[in-house]
């Protein structure tokens, strides 16, 4: 069970940190998933924002990097999204998503994960 917390109201060209708890049986099992960031706009498909994998290789949306870094903390069972100089094109229902078996070039694709949090809102207003 994932559970997504951290979104909010924020100006431009400020800061958020976004969180993603998994409730699993162990550290290690914990360290085992790829963890995946996406986001939804209303009338749009979830749009794949940053992964991170067991070996803390990270994975970044153009429209992201160098803006977003993602982190985890596998004693805590806890994946971070750290948003910075936001834009309203960032405004969004952010997601994290989780799964054990995954590909590289599959980490961008929802289909890809099994296991979904439930979201939390980020509105950027200017």
């Known amino acids: 069970q994932l559970q997504a917390f951290g979104g909010g109201l924020v100006q431009v060209g400020g800061s958020l940190r976004l969180s993603c708890a998994a409730s699993?049986?162990?550290?290690?099992?914990?360290?085992?998933?790829?963890i995946g960031w996406f986001r939804r706009t209303p009338g749009k498909e979830r749009e794949f924002v940053s992964a991170i994998n067991r070996g803390r290789s990270v994975f970044y949306a153009d429209s992201v990097k160098g803006r977003f870094a993602i982190s985890r903390d596998n004693a805590k069972n806890t994946v971070y999204l750290q948003m910075n100089n936001l834009k309203p094109e960032d405004t969004a229902v952010y997601y994290c998503a989780a799964d054990r078996q995954i590909i590289v070039s599959s980490y961008g694709r929802p289909s890809s994960y099994n296991y979904w949090g439930q979201g939390t809102q980020v509105t950027v207003s200017s």
């Open positions: 699993v049986a162990s550290e290690v099992s914990f360290n085992s998933y790829v």
